[in-house]
């Protein structure tokens, strides 16, 4: 009741919040609509371009962690007004997503098969994976530049606009997409071909939109390059745990998927679908938190530490609202999502049980997301995140994910099951460190 009866909490919140949960609906359907198209040719190809994509999957976390790392910086430099640093660190962030691009797509490029032979044993399945890989990577480029400059307008709560390109991007991936794979018939090529070229059309509307209507992020180029050593030593000190916890993460939750092999294709091509319809049903959750880590970082920018905590006590309560909410529209919708795949009814019955699993354990997954992501990192605490993430994927997660699917031979949502345990253990530690309040920190000078 507390929660309803702060209206000044929920319009801030709401104004954040839900031009990014559109956003990331429309990102998520980014990936829905290639996996919808794709499952019309097969669950091969299904599993192929799913696994393909796990390198993409940890480059874009690493990615997430240079721009989860700026956005402390970026929300708490908004809440002093001090767009020249916000700049600054707009660069440092720009310059080092393209750095990782470059090594991802050369990685991707000279050794795909190597990277495929790692989630599959399925030669088919393989081959059609390098074949993606060859023309994806160029997407990787597009794609650290919007990343970044996403981050960055929602941090100055110009949260509308990353939604605009967004819908340009989907729009265009999904016109792309019927062309390529079913006009022209290039099948897992042709759905690359699209990425690609949608990618390209949204970094294009980005930049001319933040230019022409002269949002804080915008400037000459010679801005974004006046970080002296004293500024990077003092970034680098708070970002590099946030980075090394998403690639810990990514990697980690990647190995998942070398463990799911042992399942077999058809419990992969489940797996796939599933994850991909799990991330459009979790926008709802993580669009909260990432409103609560801006809503957070600009109060303890002004060095109002009281309200920053109050707030995050408030986010916690909207997260576990909207994950439930979102599970049980999961479990209600699922037989009508599996008519869109034209899959085995063996890979349909993986699913659906799947889509169970994923309906219940999405509360505790959104909940540490809203405690790590949003209200931890948003006072620099991020060596701790770091810590907790990596131990409970590494030393929990992946080690149940081979015992249910290498040694003990379990139905995959069964293993699946098990690998939400981690989540659990993680929950009761988190909410431990949010309410000692020892995250609540002004970083900035």
């Known amino acids: 009741m507390n929660l309803i009866k702060d209206k000044v909490f929920l319009k801030l919140a709401g104004s954040l919040a839900i031009p990014m949960i559109l956003q990331d609906v429309l990102n998520s359907s980014v990936n829905m609509v290639d ?10 190809e299904v599993a192929a371009v799913g696994l393909a994509n796990q390198i993409f999957f940890i480059f874009q976390l690493i990615i997430f962690g240079i721009t989860s790392g700026s956005a402390i910086f970026i ?23 393209l750095i990782f ?29 390098c074949e993606y890989l060859e023309v994806i990577i160029i997407s990787y480029f597009f794609s650290a530049v919007i990343v970044s400059i996403n981050s960055a307008l929602r941090s100055t709560g110009k ?63 010679s801005k974004y390059l006046k970080a002296d ?19 810990m993460w990514a990697l980690g939750t990647s190995i998942y998927n070398t463990a799911y092999k042992y399942s077999g ?27 609560c880590s801006i809503l957070l970082a600009n109060a303890l920018g002004m060095g109002d530490t009281k309200k ?16 439930t909410f979102m599970g049980i529209v999961l479990l209600l919708s699922s037989d009508f999502i599996l008519t869109f795949f034209d899959v085995s009814d063996t890979v349909k019955e993986y699913t659906y049980y799947l889509f169970i699993v994923i309906a219940i354990g999405m509360i505790a997954k959104t909940y540490n997301y809203t405690t790590i992501a949003g209200i931890l990192r948003s006072g620099g605490d991020t060596k701790f995140c770091l810590i907790l993430d990596a131990a409970s994927v590494w030393l929990i997660g992946i080690p149940l994910a081979f015992l249910g699917s290498a040694i003990l031979n379990l139905p995959i949502y069964v293993t699946v099951a ?11 530690i988190s909410t431990k460190r949010v309410l000692s309040n020892k995250w609540a920190k002004t970083i900035i000078n």
Not at 160 to 169: G, R, V, Y
Not at 316 to 322: G, Y
Not at 418 to 428: A, D, N, W
């Open 265 to 291: 294709t058809e419990a992969q091509a489940a797996v796939q679908i599933s994850s991909t319809v799990q991330n459009l049903f979790m926008v709802m959750g993580t669009g909260a938190g990432f409103a």
């Open 159 to 221: 949260t509308t606009l990353p939604m605009c390109t967004t819908f340009i991007s989907l729009f265009s991936n999904i016109i792309f997409n019927y062309i390529f794979i079913f006009v022209l018939g290039l099948g897992v090529r042709g759905a690359a071909t699209a990425t690609v070229f949608a990618r390209l059309i949204e970094i294009i509307s980005q930049l001319f939109l933040i230019y022409k209507l002269k949002t804080p992020v915008a400037a000459k180029i």
């Open 308 to 323: 920053a905590i109050s707030y995050s006590r408030k986010c916690i309560k909207i997260s576990v609202l909207l994950s």
């Open 75 to 97: 929300g708490q430099y908004w809440g002093k007004n001090d767009t020249d640093n916000i700049h600054k660190v707009m660069g440092i962030s720009i310059g080092l997503s």
């Open 101 to 129: 691009a470059f090594l991802f797509s050369a990685v991707a490029f000279f050794i795909p098969e190597k990277i495929m032979q790692m989630y599959s044993k399925d030669y088919y399945v393989i081959e059609l994976g």
């Open 35 to 44: 996996t919808f198209m794709i499952g019309r040719l097969g669950e091969s």
């Open 418 to 428: 098990l690998v939400f345990i981690e989540e659990i253990i993680k929950l009761f």
């Open 229 to 247: 050593k004293i500024f990077l030593k003092d970034f680098f000190k708070i970002t590099i745990p946030v980075i090394l916890n998403e690639f």
